[in-house]
């Protein structure tokens, strides 16, 4: 795998693809690693024609797409995507023969289950957690990893979201943590219980610096790489708590606490006398998902509930609530 420090892009195509990524930031969105090296895969890919200019031309595009006939759905249509928003940014700055891919992508199978926690599994984690060593380099390591997943299931955030945190995002007078420009250019407030007060209160206590900008700021200065984190809750921590992976090896995942938390709270909220109209936008905003029907795809619920709830989510997204590019 390339470094980190090594990824940069090459050939005719150098000013085209660092203008594109200029252009992604100044208009909200985090171009962060992953995405950063897909377009530096990219680059190569097209540098392979040897072209004596910046163009792309439809059969270098279609070669792009489709040069491995093994790829999930999921993936020719990030392919898709990629490579149209790519050509439409050099078309739009005066590049000459620019292929732009079709609007019509290759559609995403939706069948996909998210693994949901059930209380005591949850227990079970946070006990797991509770007994990791820390490695000898990194004294706040188990401190850090106690605090994040008890962070993402008991409010919801996405392990970027929680990582990408800095100290003054934080108001622990009123229990608010401000999330900016994530998924989807949005930005929310999330409210926090005493619980998770007490959590983050004590990291930020005995595992911060004065020198620190984000408030799980890595031993190496910077955000905490959430690979890392991913692999510990994988590799460490479910094994300790006795939750096996799926047989297709598709789950449990560290973002499986956010789907946990979103099914966890709308059955707690429906238990309690709300009616799920009004629950779902209410949940659906908290996230921060731009329509309804993301929400849906989060939930799996009790078998009582999940007709009701299903149902509310189809009638609030025929009333116009929905967003089909979320």
């Known amino acids: 795998m390339k470094n980190r420090k090594e990824l940069h892009f090459s050939g005719v195509y150098t000013e085209a693809f660092e203008g594109y990524v200029k252009y992604k930031t100044a208009l909200g969105f985090d171009v962060e690693y992953r995405e950063t090296l897909a377009l530096v895969t990219l680059n190569e890919f097209l540098n392979k024609y040897d072209p004596p200019a910046a163009i792309i031309t439809e059969r270098m595009a279609m070669d792009y797409v489709h040069r491995n006939p093994l790829l999930s759905s999921a993936t020719v249509h990030a392919y898709e995507c990629r490579i149209r928003q790519l050509g439409l940014y050099m078309k739009n700055m005066g590049y000459k023969d620019i292929f732009v891919y079709p609007e019509k992508h290759t559609p995403v199978s939706s069948d996909f289950v998210p693994y949901i926690f059930t209380a005591d599994e949850i227990t079970r984690i946070f006990t797991a957690a509770d007994q990791l060593e820390n490695p000898a380099n990194n004294p706040h390591y188990r401190l850090f990893v106690q605090t994040v997943i008890r962070l993402l299931y008991c409010t919801g955030l996405r392990i970027s979201e929680a990582l990408s945190l800095k100290i003054d995002d934080i108001d622990f007078k009123n229990d608010l943590i401000t999330v900016y420009n994530s998924k989807g250019n949005v930005s929310r407030l999330v409210p926090f219980n005493g619980y998770i007060h007490d959590w983050l209160l004590k990291y930020h206590r005995e595992a911060s610096s004065a020198a620190d900008m984000y408030f799980f700021e890595s031993p190496r200065k910077g ?98 609530l929905g967003d089909d590019y979320e």
Do not use: W
């Open 223 to 320: 955000p905490r790489n959430r690979c890392a984190v991913g692999n510990t809750f994988q590799k460490s921590i479910l094994p300790a708590a006795g939750i096996p992976r799926k047989p297709d090896n598709t789950g449990p995942r560290l973002h499986d606490l956010r789907h946990t938390f979103a099914c966890h709270c709308l059955d707690k909220m429906i238990h309690d006398g709300a009616d799920p109209f009004c629950a779902l936008p209410y949940l659906s905003v908290y996230m921060g998902h731009k329509g309804i029907e993301s929400t849906e795809k989060y939930l799996r619920l009790t078998e009582d509930h999940f007709m009701e709830i299903t149902d509310a989510c189809h009638y609030i997204y025929e009333k116009g």
